[in-house]
Structures are given as structure tokens and as C-alpha cells.
């Protein structure tokens, strides 16, 4: 079965800390993808990155990193020097074979002036 | 393009009555989904289409939910005789067919359902 566990429900930091959100996923599939997505308070999704399985290379953009380990079947994202327009809602996702997308029931990022 | 649209966005009923939900994909996606979220939770996946074709359904789509999408265009979501455990955000998200793109889902807004 596949599994995505988002551990953090929420997370309060003060403007320019650093964040890190954890995620840590169950697949028996050695092919698949691992997203994570942001619902801002106005509430639609966006894409913030993919990752597939073959591909252990950490990434960062701006401001964002994100940490891709198979031995811990985790996938964290980080967020340097928050800023309050980073709060939202963030949802790591997991799609192996066929066409569904499993989300972790996501951590509310809160970021305070 | 506008990205996908949803309507209504917000929808209020009382129990027993027949909602419809109307999603609009990015016009170039031949892929289509319907997920539900709960506050709370994350998004939980409904179906999938690819084309007018549905080729996957959850478990949870009971008998009273039904989705089509007749032209390959637009999809609709109808839910009959709804109950107090449908209200939901329902979110239509859309992809392309091609392989580079093809696991990254762009949602519309949502249509929120609150069932009286």
C-alpha cells in the first residue's frame, strides 16, 4: 500500500527563521514521483516540485530546498529566512503506477512578522 | 489560458437534495481528476479521466456520485441525495498527456459543498 505521513500538523516560526517540513513515504514501487504542493489561505494548490525515484539529487530554488533520501523514504522540504508570505498549508504527495496522486494530510505552515 | 476553473465555488443544500459540479480543465490537458478534501486533510483522489474516458474511480465515489466528461472538455460532478458527510471542498485538477508533464497535477479553486 502507499503511504504518505506528514508528521507536523503545524509549525509556527518567526519571519527569517529557517523551516524544515518533514515527509516520509510507503511504496513498494521502485518507479514513482514525490511532490510537494502549497494551499495558500486563498485555498487552490500549486505544484512546488517533482521528484522521481532515480533521481536523489537535492534541489533548491531561492529559497526552498528540498532534502530526497531513499534509505529513509524521505522527502523534506526546507525554507530558509521565511518570510509571512510562505504561510500556507504544504502537502507532500506520492504517485506510483496508475493515475492516483496520494497526499499527506499536510502541515500548516504559520509565519509571524 | 486561464487554468482550470471550477463552478460554483461555493455551494449550500440541504440534505437530500442533487448538487452538480462543473470543472473546466486547461484546454490542452487531456487528463482530468476529481479529488475531495476535508478540513484537515489532504486531498483525496475521486477519479480520473483521459479524454471522455473514465479510467479510474475511487472506492469512495459511492452510488450517488457520478462524473462525465462527455466531449473530453469539461467534466461535471454530481452528487444525489446528499448527505451532512459530503460537505467537502471538491477540487478538479487537470494534466497533459505527455510523460514530462504528466504527474503534475494544476487544481482549480475548489468548489466548497456544505450539506445542511
Known amino acids: 500500500a502507499q503511504k504518505v505521513t506528514q508528521a507536523q500538523t503545524e509549525i509556527s516560526v518567526v519571519e527569517k527563521e529557517d523551516v524544515t517540513l518533514d515527509c516520509v513515504y510507503e511504496?513498494?514501487?521502485?518507479?514513482?514521483?514525490l511532490f510537494w504542493y502549497k494551499q495558500p489561505p486563498s485555498g487552490e494548490l500549486v505544484f512546488l516540485i517533482r521528484?522521481?525515484?532515480?533521481?536523489?539529487q537535492n534541489e533548491i530554488s531561492g529559497r526552498y530546498s528540498w532534502n530526497f533520501q531513499k534509505s529513509t523514504s524521505s522527502f523534506n522540504f526546507t525554507i530558509t529566512a521565511s518570510q509571512v508570505v510562505d504561510s500556507a498549508v504544504y502537502f507532500c504527495?506520492?504517485?506510483?503506477?496508475?493515475?492516483?496522486?496520494?497526499f499527506g494530510a499536510g502541515t500548516r505552515l504559520f509565519v509571524k512578522a | 489560458d486561464t487554468g482550470v476553473s471550477q463552478d460554483p465555488r461555493h455551494k449550500i443544500t440541504k440534505r437530500g437534495q442533487n448538487v452538480t459540479f462543473r470543472c473546466d480543465p486547461i484546454?490542452?490537458?487531456?487528463?482530468l481528476y476529481w479529488y475531495r478534501q476535508t478540513l484537515g486533510q489532504g486531498p483525496e483522489f475521486l477519479t480520473y479521466?483521459?479524454?471522455?474516458?473514465?479510467?479510474?474511480k475511487s472506492r469512495l465515489l459511492s452510488d450517488r456520485f457520478s462524473a462525465e466528461r462527455p466531449k473530453g472538455s469539461f467534466s461535471t460532478l454530481e452528487i444525489q441525495r446528499t448527505e451532512q458527510g459530503d460537505s467537502a471542498m471538491y477540487l478538479c485538477?487537470?494534466?497533459?498527456?505527455?510523460?514530462?508533464?504528466?504527474?503534475?497535477?494544476?487544481f482549480g479553486a475548489g468548489s466548497r459543498l456544505t450539506v445542511l
Open positions: 485538477a487537470s494534466s497533459p498527456l505527455g510523460t514530462s508533464g504528466a504527474n503534475v497535477l494544476t
Open positions: 511504496t513498494r514501487d521502485t518507479t514513482y514521483y
Open positions: 521528484r522521481n525515484s532515480f533521481d536523489e
Open positions: 504527495a506520492l504517485r506510483t503506477g496508475g493515475f492516483k496522486t496520494i
Open positions: 484546454s490542452e490537458h487531456n487528463r
Open positions: 479521466f483521459q479524454n471522455e474516458a473514465q479510467l479510474e
